[in-house]
C-alpha cells in the first residue's frame, strides 16, 4: 500500500484514493460533494473496477479501514490517471 498523505513543506500530497475517502467523510454535511465520489466511482467502473457498489456503501457507512483503503486504491488505478486529471479539475472549478 502507498501512504495516502504524504506531509510536505506546505500541508500533504494527497493520492487519489485518500481524496475519495476524505470527501466521503464530508459528503453528509456538503451534498454536493457526492457527485465528485459518484464521478469517481464512474470513472472507476468504466477502467474496470467491479466493487463499486459496495464502496460506494462502505464509503457512505463512514467505514475508513483497510479493507475500504484498499478498494479506494483499485478504483483509482482502475479509473486512470487521466480520468482523475479531469475529475479533480472539475473540482477545482467548482
Known amino acids: 500500500?502507498?501512504?495516502?498523505?504524504?506531509p510536505t513543506a506546505d500541508g500533504y500530497d494527497i493520492?487519489?484514493?485518500?481524496?475519495?475517502?476524505?470527501?466521503?467523510s464530508y459528503a453528509r454535511e456538503?451534498?454536493?460533494?457526492?457527485?465528485?465520489?459518484?464521478?469517481m466511482l464512474a470513472a472507476a467502473r468504466?477502467?474496470?473496477f467491479t466493487q463499486g457498489d459496495i464502496l460506494a456503501?462502505?464509503?457512505a457507512q463512514g467505514e475508513v479501514s483497510h479493507r475500504?483503503?484498499?478498494?479506494a486504491?483499485?478504483?483509482c488505478a482502475a479509473a486512470g490517471n487521466e480520468a482523475?486529471?479531469?475529475?479533480?479539475?472539475?473540482?477545482?472549478?467548482?
Open 1 to 6: 500500500m502507498t501512504n495516502l498523505f504524504t
Open 15 to 24: 493520492q487519489p484514493a485518500g481524496v475519495l475517502i476524505l470527501l466521503a
Open 30 to 39: 456538503h451534498q454536493h460533494i457526492q457527485r465528485h465520489i459518484d464521478s
Open 46 to 48: 468504466e477502467g474496470g
Open 57 to 59: 456503501t462502505l464509503l
Open 68 to 71: 475500504v483503503r484498499d478498494m
Open 73 to 75: 486504491e483499485r478504483a
Open 84 to 94: 482523475i486529471r479531469k475529475i479533480f479539475e472539475g473540482m477545482r472549478a467548482k
